[in-house]
């Protein structure tokens, strides 16, 4: 799941990366800038090609499309009632599918929604298996903008007989109406400037300032998403109030809707994050439909259900004092923070933040002007460093090694990571690309309603941060964030989310240490649904494509192509680590892959890039 302190499609700097691309391919004229870019990774392919193969692989290459064919306005596309596939992207195919606004009305009765669908198709047509549907996470996260970055890596990993699907549930991205509430993405910047600098602490009053930012939030998109209390049978979606029909039961029906209009008799999914909410709603509600349908990196749904939110964190400090073993283990050579024993760099990590919290530092010549780096501001970076520990955990050493030798020249470069990098753009976004509130809509709808007692949340925040001591004053803004939300939901699912058996087992995917959904999580879930497997990756960051595993990757597509369950208790080992590089045999291993597991490692190594950190989970 992704980090409550942000919001729905509020992603970082790779999936940032693609929706700009969309953007600047509205535009009529040619972007300098993207070719400078284009450019400078051609003349670093050709110079460091025989020694960067894989890097430049598994990290430039993971989001291609952008660079290849950024012009697509999906305004171009006519909403149909069935799908009408359109070339988009350069190697995808898009298309707007009408669909009702609300399943308990009658059919033809009242007004529509119109999903946005986008299909990397099956590379081997002779083959074709059908199409898997890939949810990113958030709630709010955008599957068009998933697959566009991710779906080739996908494609490799599952077999490239299927059809890699991503759609933007409702409220999210080119998905219409949208759960759009600040008027343009810079208002919301602006607003994001007064959050304060501090995270949240029983006894200091960012409590009550983060409840107030909450309400203030909450009453605006009332007056845009509730409706007007009437549902006249020719009235509209603003007067229906669109933030109504927004949850996970509405979206699982969507998937069955849009499976049935690809002509497929039963759902293939794999689910991230929130993404494993959504595949046990659907696995509850239809489980007669179920065709495949992976959840990885899974969080309880009734605990979801309930509001309650204190599940979460139960393996979280386990991955945060995995920064400190690696980095001892790796050395001097590629970890900036190494001390010899494990305690020595954890004390040094955190007297760099406490020292930050006492005298915060200031870096004047950043590159979208003056920032001072906070304690928060080193929480946060520490806590998004936790989903994807071989992408960030180096990231945020250099970041602290910066600031405990004063270099101005590396936090600048940091900049974004730090909480800088606010820039006032008077041009108005495409409505795909302006900040959401569809997390708050989706989970907040989806969850009992929660009446803010300064009493009991003292009690809640309390057993959270027993939990974990780290990740709580970030993770209790969830309490805070539905106590402030004020649409209710029409048809809210409350039956079992459970199924005795469904038409082809599930099977649940989770690492050993996920720092927002834990194993017991997964556990709990697995029992639930009668005959479902469970694939165990003994990893540290969150869902299983945060750290590259051969193993996990070939049971995955064993599931998809032949339905296939690992055995019982599975564990996978990866085949890389944080700081350290590859697991186990070193590099001398790379040497051995055949060429399609050398294919298979590049493209696990594109979805670690991949993982976003954006809404809560």
């Not at 080193?378 to 910066?402: E, T, V």
């Not at 539905?482 to 939901?489: V, Y």
């Not at 995955?556 to 296939?564: L, Q």
Request: proline content about 6%.
């Amino acid at each position: 799941m992704n980090n409550p302190g942000k919001r729905s499609d509020d992603y970082d700097d790779d999936f940032t990366t693609v929706r700009l691309s969309r953007q600047q391919g509205w535009r009529s004229r040619t972007s300098v800038k993207l070719i400078c870019l284009l450019s400078a990774l051609l003349a670093i392919r050709a110079f460091c090609w025989s020694g960067l193969k894989n890097f430049v692989i598994s990290h430039a290459d993971a989001f291609p499309e952008q660079l290849t064919d950024p012009i697509f306005d999906w305004d171009s596309i006519t909403p149909s009632v069935d799908i009408e596939w359109k070339p988009c992207f350069t190697d995808f195919q898009c298309a707007r599918l009408i669909l009702p606004l609300d399943y308990l009305s009658p059919s033809g009765v009242g007004p529509n929604v119109t999903i946005a669908l986008q299909m990397l198709p099956a590379a081997d047509k002779g083959n074709a298996k059908g199409t898997i549907f890939i949810n990113p996470g958030g709630p709010g996260g955008s599957g068009t903008g998933f697959v566009l970055a991710a779906g080739k890596n996908m494609s490799q990993v599952v077999g490239r007989s299927f059809n890699i699907l991503g759609f933007d549930p409702r409220g999210t991205g080119a998905s219409t109406p949208s759960a759009q509430c600040f008027v343009s993405d810079s208002q919301y910047k602006a607003w994001k400037l007064q959050a304060g600098d501090r995270v949240l602490n029983l006894t200091d009053g960012s409590v009550g300032l983060a409840l107030a930012r909450e309400r203030a939030v909450g009453a605006m998109c009332k007056t845009i998403l509730a409706g007007n209390g009437k549902e006249d049978p020719d009235g509209t979606v603003d007067e229906w109030g669109a933030g109504r029909f927004m949850n996970t039961e509405s979206v699982a029906t969507d998937m069955l809707r849009i499976t049935e209009k690809l002509g497929e008799d039963r759902l293939k999914y794999w689910g991230f994050s929130y993404g494993s909410v959504l595949g046990q709603y659907f696995a509850a509600m239809y489980p007669d439909k179920v065709g495949r349908l992976i959840i990885d990196g899974v969080y309880d749904g009734y605990n979801y259900r309930n509001t309650s939110w204190n599940s979460n964190l139960a393996d979280a400090d386990a991955v945060w004092e995995s920064f400190f073993t690696f980095c001892n283990r790796a050395g001097p050579e590629k970890c900036s923070l190494y001390m010899p024993s494990v305690a020595e760099v954890k004390d040094r990590v955190l007297a760099i933040m406490d020292h930050v919290g006492e005298e915060p530092f200031p870096v004047p010549f950043a590159g979208s002007g003056p920032l001072i780096v906070t304690r928060k501001a080193l929480h946060n970076f520490a806590f998004q460093a936790l989903y994807r520990p071989i992408r960030q955990f180096s990231s945020f050493a250099d970041a602290l090694l910066a600031v405990e030798r004063s270099n101005q020249t590396i936090l600048a470069e940091l900049s974004k990571e730090l909480g800088g990098g606010y820039e006032c753009n008077c041009e108005r976004e495409l409505p795909w690309l302006v900040k959401t509130e569809a997390t708050s809509a989706i989970m907040c709808g989806d969850g009992e309603p929660i009446t803010h007692s300064p009493k009991e949340f003292q009690e809640w925040f309390s057993g959270l941060s027993a939990s974990s001591q780290f990740a709580s004053p970030i993770w209790g803004l969830q309490y805070l964030r539905c106590a402030g939300w004020q649409i209710r939901p029409k048809w809210r699912y409350t039956g079992p989310l459970a199924a005795e058996n469904t038409s082809h087992p599930i099977l649940v995917v989770s690492p050993m240490y996920d720092p927002v959904c834990p194993l017991s999580d997964a556990r709990a879930v697995r029992a639930r649904y009668g005959g479902a497997g469970l694939l165990i990756q003994n990893s540290f960051g969150h869902c299983s494509r945060s750290a590259p595993s051969l193993c996990t990757a070939k049971y995955v597509r064993e599931y998809f192509v032949n339905g296939t369950l690992p055995e019982e208790e599975t564990v996978c080992e990866v085949d890389e680590l944080p700081f350290v590089g590859p697991a186990a045999e070193g590099w001398e291993k790379l040497s051995r892959y055949s060429d399609e597991d050398r294919s298979l490692m590049e493209a696990l190594r594109g979805l670690a890039v991949s993982v976003p950190i954006s809404g809560f989970i």
